[in-house]
């Protein structure tokens, strides 16, 4: 008998507190080529299944996170080097309800796990301990002393309130206040206005030199106990900034303990991935998109400049040091120049898509997926499992990175999949970054509503609590959300924006509007050409970053293709006559993928060798005006002519008939002073 191939998946009723449906567990395990393998207690008593299962060297999946821990420490023992996956189905399903019910549930839960992740990108930091704490009083100092054995720090007081000066300056005591600050853990710059030393003479309080503005000092880390406002937006992620109320002793102990540990060379996830040459931020100093510019709550996006030259860049420019991984520049970046790294689209996408076909493949069907992330999400759905009724058998669990990297990609394949609903989860109070999901909700709701897949209740919708049984309250009316339309099996491929039209177009039927109007800024639509103002310059098809602008080499025409249309904007920005506007919307039809004609004129033949150039009309055009304008150098209808020449026969009519381009009227007499002189000579004598 030949031996079996393929990953084993394990499957605990973890002492027979959940219900296992076997007939859809093995459905959907046969259906990826999975042998499923059930437990009572996995982790205990039937340990040896487990360790049997790491001998066949195959990629082992357990339907338990509980005890991942030891389940890891069991194979590295054993010297396994077969993959190990683990999922939880017991909180996300079997404790539940309705968990006897959530049979196709734990198979695209299974089904997702199966999805491989790829290694986690890594930045760099590093940091000597060089610190600048920032105070207004005797605290500052204080908190220093405790940091001095560790830390090479120096204090920076406002000099509002009067502070006695130490008997010994173990570290610089300036005065200052800091007008601004950039970097990031091991790299700040900060410019200090009012910047003085004190007088060594100073005795009941410090005595402060005379004051300069704009002084400048580099740190690895700052610790601002002022109390005033911080020095950068959503300060809380700006790595290497610690700030605490001091009139706050709590947090003030926090930031000095966690100031002690920034010494040494640190590793922080890249959380998202730049392709400059995609980016439609600008070209030829027009500005474009500046869709992840307006929603960057870190400032970690800035228009793109060349520090040797300073030269403005076509692109923007991402700091990976400052990004805090919200994933908002990801969620609405219409080219693709940005994608979420952790994971990437194309593995989000896959779990995403494997939930739902393994859902359906073990028998389920109008499944709502939920939207969540590890550290708000995974707590209220355990909570509400273990204290709740737990998640409905239909609700379908995936978890994300941060919940504000949802793209249009995500949430429109989830519905072309087989969703009949998406949940997102989100704290009560909005993290930062979040503005971009919520479009992406809007363009997704305004689509559905278009093809007329539109509810009762929102398809797709926030759910903000940090209540379990809120979450559950708010679960329950998704349960009515139904289908209606066949699911599509279309594979992930190509970039978020390539994937957001294919489910889109697998969700259009024969019944829907072929256009569909979008809200502003979605990342799909028309720019309209006012055909009877458009001169033929091209100057569009220069900036146009994804080609939907082209020129025909072969005649004066222009050419566009909707499908390519990110509505950047840069087009419009760029087009001398204004006669570009963008009208967001999808169409479906076919032409919308192939180049339409938007303007084309007869060209102009060189009166010489026929040659075509130009356009007719541009070249009147010319004409009219500089016959108007009275110059002498076409006051002659023969240099008019040279116009309807092409440019190499127009230079060599140049030539021959000997025009100077810089010469100009006869210049009238001048008069010397000998003339002026002879003249006064030659007068009759009164």
């Known amino acids: 008998m030949s031996e079996r191939v393929g990953p084993i998946t394990f499957v605990c009723s973890c002492e027979d507190t959940m219900v296992l449906d076997a007939r859809a567990l093995a459905r959907g395990c046969a259906a990826r080529g999975t042998e ?16 049997g299962a790491l001998g066949e060297d195959r990629p082992v999946t357990v339907a338990c ?5 030891l389940f890891a420490q069991e194979a590295a023992a054993a010297g396994s080097t ?3 996956a683990f999922v939880n189905i017991r909180e996300q399903a079997g404790w539940a309800r309705e968990g006897a019910a959530a049979g196709p549930k734990m198979a695209g839960l299974l089904a ?31 908190a220093a002393e405790r940091l001095a054995d560790r830390l090479d720090l120096t204090v920076l007081l406002t000099g509002v309130e009067p502070v006695s000066p130490a008997r010994a300056a173990a570290f610089p005591v300036l005065r200052g206040r800091a007008r601004t600050a950039t970097g990031w853990l091991g790299n700040f710059d900060v410019v200090v206005d009012g910047y003085a030393a004190p007088s060594p003479a100073s005795r009941e309080a410090y005595r402060w030199g005379p004051p300069r503005d704009g002084a400048a000092s580099r740190c690895d880390i700052i610790l601002d106990l002022t109390g005033g406002a911080p020095l950068f937006p959503t300060h809380a992620v700006r790595q290497g900034y610690l700030r605490a109320d001091p009139g706050d002793p709590a947090a003030v102990e926090a930031a000095i303990a966690a100031a002690a540990g920034l010494v040494g060379e640190f590793d922080k996830p890249r959380f998202v991935t730049f392709e400059a040459g995609l980016c439609a931020h600008g070209r030829n100093r027009r500005t474009g998109c500046t869709r992840c510019l307006d929603l960057c709550p870190t400032g970690a996006i800035a228009p793109g400049k060349d520090g040797a030259t300073g030269r403005t860049l076509d692109h923007v420019l991402i700091s990976a040091e400052i990004c805090a991984g919200c994933g908002a520049c990801a969620a609405v970046c219409p080219t693709g120049a940005v994608t979420y790294a952790l994971p990437p689209p194309a593995t989000t996408l896959a779990r995403l898509r494997a939930l739902l076909l393994g859902f359906a493949e073990a ?26 009724e ?32 998406v949940r997102v989860l989100l704290p009560a109070r909005r993290g930062h970054g979040t503005e971009g999901l919520f479009r992406n909700l809007d363009y997704l709701g305004a689509a559905l509503e278009g093809l007329g897949l539109a509810a009762a209740l929102p398809r797709a919708a926030a759910v903000e609590t940090d209540d379990p049984f809120t979450l559950g309250e708010a679960l329950a009316p998704a349960m009515a ?27 259009h039927h024969p019944a829907a509007p072929a256009v569909v109007p979008m809200p502003a800024q979605a990342p799909f639509g028309l720019a309209r050409v006012a055909a009877g103002g458009c001169t033929l310059c091209l100057a569009c098809t220069m900036v146009c970053p994804t080609g939907a602008f082209s020129a025909n080499p072969e005649t004066p025409e222009l050419r566009f293709v909707e499908d390519a249309c990110v509505q950047c904007g840069l087009c419009a920005a760029t087009c001398p006559e204004k006669v570009i506007t963008l009208e967001p919307r999808l169409n479906f039809a076919a032409e919308a993928a192939q180049p339409v004609v938007v303007k084309a004129e007869p060209p102009a033949r060189c009166t010489i060798c026929a040659k075509a150039f130009g356009t007719r009309s541009s070249i009147d055009r010319v004409k009219a005006r500089l016959s108007a304008s009275g110059h002498w150098m076409f006051a002659d209808p023969a240099r008019l002519a040279v116009l309807e020449m092409c440019e190499d026969c127009r230079a060599i009519e140049a030539t021959r008939s000997q025009v100077d381009p810089y010469a100009g009227p006869p210049r009238p007499a001048v008069k010397t002073t000998e003339d002026w002189l002879r003249e006064a000579a030659s007068r009759p004598k009164e």
């Open 363 to 388: 028998g389920g069907r109008d499944a709502v997926v939920l939207l969540h992330d590890a550290a708000h999400g995974e707590p209220l759905i355990d909570a509400l499992a273990r204290h709740g």
């Open 112 to 142: 997702a796990a199966a999805v491989p992740l790829p290694p986690t990108p890594l930045v760099p930091l590093r940091s000597e301990g060089v610190t600048l704490v920032l105070g207004r009083d005797a605290g500052a100092i204080a």
């Open 390 to 421: 737990g998640l409905p058998a239909r609700v379908l669990p995936l978890r994300l990175n941060e919940v504000a990297q949802a793209d249009l990609a995500i949430l429109a394949a989830a519905f072309a999949w087989g969703a009949a609903g």
């Open 481 to 507: 959300l139904r289908t209606g339309w066949a699911a599509a099996q279309f594979l992930p491929l190509g970039a978020p924006r390539e994937v957001a039209v294919r489910a889109l177009r697998a969700l």
């Open 65 to 69: 996170t509980q005890e991942a821990p």
């Open 36 to 51: 499923l393998r059930t437990a009572e207690q996995l982790c205990r008593a039937q340990l040896d299944r487990f360790l």
């Open 82 to 84: 077969a993959p190990l």
